[in-house]
Structures are given as structure tokens and as C-alpha cells.
């Protein structure tokens, strides 16, 4: 299994569907080095694809170490937006909800 890989199952066992809750969306994520994939958020379940969407709600780079450090809380998520390591398109303000929809 891919590293990247294992971090998005990591992500999908995390996955609180009360936080959730009403939402829609596909958070894709472009990985400058590791493959890309996305999760699509309805009906309160977290499902991951391998590969890009093509009609995401928020696209999101970054390197996978950048990833792996958000998501297990060592960086903060804006933080690493305002530092550049984080780049951001379409429903922003949906992607910080990351650390909520998927707590540690």
C-alpha cells in the first residue's frame, strides 16, 4: 500500500459523520509527490477514490509530508496556507473543516 494511500484510509477511519452532517462535497487532493486522490462527503459517509474528480467542491496541494502533518495534528492546517505549503482552490473556507470532519 502507498503511503498516501495509508493516510487517506487513516483519514476515512476518522471520519465523523455528525460533523458531517447536510454536507456535500469532494475534497480533492493534488500530492506533488505521491498519487492523488479524493473523498467524496454525502449522505453523512466518507468514501476515497484514487485520482482526481472532475468537478471538485475544494482542490487542495501539497506534498504528502505536508499532508501527514495536518492530519495528525503536528501543523495546523492555515498555518501551512498562509506558510505556502498548502494551495488552495474553490470552496476554501470548506477546507478548513478538514481537522473537524476528520478529528484526531
Request: aromatic share 6%; proline share 2%.
Amino acid at each position: 500500500m502507498s503511503e498516501a494511500k495509508a493516510v487517506f484510509e487513516s483519514m476515512l477511519g476518522r471520519f465523523d459523520a455528525d460533523e458531517a452532517d447536510d454536507m456535500e462535497a469532494v475534497f480533492q487532493f493534488d500530492l506533488d509527490d505521491a498519487d492523488n486522490y479524493h473523498l467524496i462527503i454525502a449522505d453523512g459517509k466518507c468514501a476515497m477514490v484514487e485520482g482526481e474528480n472532475d468537478d471538485p467542491t475544494v482542490t487542495l496541494s501539497m506534498d504528502l509530508d505536508t499532508l501527514k502533518e495536518v492530519m495528525s495534528g503536528e501543523l495546523d492546517g492555515m498555518a501551512a496556507f498562509m506558510q505556502g505549503k498548502i494551495r488552495a482552490e474553490g470552496d476554501i473556507m470548506l477546507s478548513t473543516k478538514l481537522t473537524q470532519i476528520f478529528p484526531l
